[in-house]
């Protein structure tokens, strides 16, 4: 096994200019304008650092000045810098459980355009494995690349999936119940001829929930919709837990000779809380050929005893999950979301009522519980500001190495 060595960790001048080029767009992006002298005492720089810094990036067409020289001698607010919008488009595409939902971003962070792309010949069936080839799930997003590129900037594409890439690049995903070949990130790379930062949809939505929301800086966001997942934001940031990454708690066991998983496992609580998982069970209770999830709901608003009482369970299987979680990774702050939030206070008050008697009670006394939000419906707006804030080099998109 491969030992990384600790040498590589010391920063070089490359690497400080890349993090200061960084500091000050980010800077310049969260005010409303921002001179330059302000920047050097924000970074405690020296003024012809940061100047050097600030003119780098004007002249990559990243920033422009507002305000003239005229202004400053009158008295008035200084020149200003600002971040201009057409320096760059962020195209970020979601893989979704039925198809590819987009959205492209200015490099102010503001939505220009959105759309959504149903998967070619994906089974309709959760529990049928899908095999389609790289030509199958690539060409989608080869053409829409394509399409935009006319109009837009674009120099990298954030793709959100639910799952993750491992080491070999073969993207694994329970919840498309997908096999995707070796390289599928390489291939895709080469297709659309340019580099992919990639975010799990659940982190993606997790970190979307600060801009909705007041939140402490570590918290949980559990996705209950089509499927259960997990992102965890740990000192304001998406944990990184490596190429496999943690959150799967739709797959945390809590019956070992429960119903059996298309993950391998048996009694994964996503097979006892997912929508459609409940969707099902009410349709039994109701004797329904058919229950959508908004008749769960009315049906709880309602007080139908059989549903209340479905619904009680569910509460106590989530609080065995959520304890399960803590257990590994305590975090103190749970937001519900994904679609399960639809049904309201009610079934929240069941949730806390559970969480005070079931579980590892040294975690689960601090644990606050709370619904998503954010009124977006997506995490692309996460994934998007994840990208911004620690994914981009702007030292590199903007050839700025030297
Ligand atoms: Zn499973």
């Known amino acids: ?37 302000r920047l050097k005492d924000e970074m405690h720089l020296s003024f012809p650092s940061v100047s050097a810094l600030v003119d780098e990036l004007i002249s990559r067409g990243v920033l422009y000045e507002e305000g003239t020289q005229e202004s400053v001698r009158r008295g008035r607010p200084s020149i200003l810098l600002q971040v201009n919008p057409d320096a760059l488009t962020v195209p970020v595409v979601n893989m979704t459980r039925d198809g ?23 089974p309709k069936s959760l529990l049928e494995k899908w095999h389609p080839d790289e030509e199958m799930i690539c060409k989608p997003i080869q053409l829409l690349i394509s399409g935009f590129r006319e109009h837009y900037n674009m120099r990298e594409l954030v793709l959100s999936v639910p799952g993750s890439v491992n ?13 995707m070949p070796e390289k599928f990130l390489q291939r895709l790379e080469e297709m659309i001829q340019m580099p992919i930062a990639m975010v799990n949809n659940s982190d993606a939505e997790a970190y979307a929930e600060q801009f909705f929301q007041p939140l402490p800086e570590d918290y949980v966001y559990i996705h209950v919709g089509k499927g259960v997942g997990a992102g965890i934001i740990r000192n304001g940031r998406i944990l990184d837990s490596g190429p496999m990454r943690a959150g799967e708690i739709g797959h945390i066991c809590i019956d070992y000779n429960g119903r059996s998983c298309p993950c391998g496992n048996r009694g994964c609580l996503e097979r006892y809380i997912d929508v459609s998982q409940l969707n099902q069970e009410a349709a039994q209770l109701l004797q329904r050929n058919t229950v959508e999830f908004t008749d769960i709901c009315q049906a709880l608003e309602q007080e139908n005893p059989q549903i209340v009482e479905m619904l ?91």
């Open 167 to 179: 080491v070999r690049g073969v993207l694994t995903s329970s919840a498309l119940q997908i096999t």
């Open 100 to 122: 590819y939902q987009y959205c492209l971003y200015d490099c102010c962070g503001r939505a220009l355009k959105e759309g959504f792309l149903p998967y070619p010949d994906k």
């Open 312 to 402: 009680r369970e569910k509460a106590r299987l989530l609080s065995v999950g959520i304890s399960n979680m803590m257990a590994m990774q305590p975090v103190y702050h749970v937001i519900l979301g994904g679609g399960i939030e639809q049904l309201g206070e009610r079934f929240l008050e069941m949730l806390r009522k559970a969480i005070k008697a079931y579980g590892f009670r040294k975690y689960m006394n601090r644990l606050t519980i709370t619904y998503t939000a954010n009124t977006s419906g997506s995490g692309a707006l996460g994934a998007m500001w994840n990208y911004l804030h620690h994914q981009m080099k702007i030292e590199k998109l903007f050839n700025m190495e030297e």
């Open 1 to 37: 096994m491969a030992v990384r060595s600790t040498a590589t960790k010391i920063p070089t001048q490359h690497h400080i200019k890349a993090m200061h080029l960084k500091d000050i767009y980010l800077k310049v992006l969260q005010s409303d304008g921002i001179s330059r002298a």
